[in-house]
C-alpha cells in the first residue's frame, strides 16, 4: 500500500522559508516520478513542481527560482525546499506519484503552509 506522510508546514511571514518533507513507503520509491501540488482555499488542486528517477526537474512558473524541489532515494523521502515565500503560495501542500503536471496521482494528507504577516 502507498504511503506518503508529508511535513514541515507552518505559518511564515512574507519573504520567509520552508523547508516540506515527504516519507514515502509501500512502493519502489527509486523508480517513480514525484510530484508537489497544492491546494489554496475555495481552490483545486494545482500541480507545482516534478522530480522524475533521473533527478530531472520542473516547476510551475509561479514558483520558479524560489522553489527546490528533491529527492533522497536512500531514504525514500521528497522535499521541497521553499523561499521567497508569497501569500499567494498559502496552500496544503502535498507528496504526490506521478508525472510532470499531473495532479491525479496517490498522495498524503498534506501539509499547511501559510504565508501572513
Known amino acids: 500500500e502507498v504511503q506518503l506522510v508529508e511535513s514541515g508546514g507552518g505559518l511564515v511571514q512574507p519573504g520567509g522559508s520552508l523547508r516540506l518533507s515527504c516519507a514515502a513507503s509501500?512502493?519502489?520509491?527509486?523508480?517513480?516520478?514525484m510530484n508537489w501540488v497544492r491546494q489554496a482555499p475555495g481552490k483545486g488542486l494545482e500541480w507545482v513542481s516534478n522530480?522524475?528517477?533521473?533527478?530531472?526537474?520542473r516547476y510551475i512558473d509561479s514558483v520558479k527560482g524560489r522553489f527546490t524541489i528533491s529527492r533522497d532515494n536512500a531514504k525514500n523521502a521528497l522535499y521541497l525546499q521553499m523561499n521567497s515565500l508569497k501569500p499567494e503560495d498559502t496552500a496544503v501542500y502535498y507528496c504526490?506519484?506521478?508525472?510532470?503536471?499531473?495532479?491525479?496521482?496517490?498522495r498524503g494528507q498534506g501539509t499547511q503552509v501559510t504565508v501572513s504577516s
Open positions: 504526490a506519484l506521478g508525472g510532470a503536471g499531473s495532479t491525479l496521482g496517490s
Open positions: 509501500g512502493f519502489v520509491f527509486r523508480i517513480y516520478a
Open positions: 522530480i522524475d528517477n533521473r533527478g530531472l526537474t
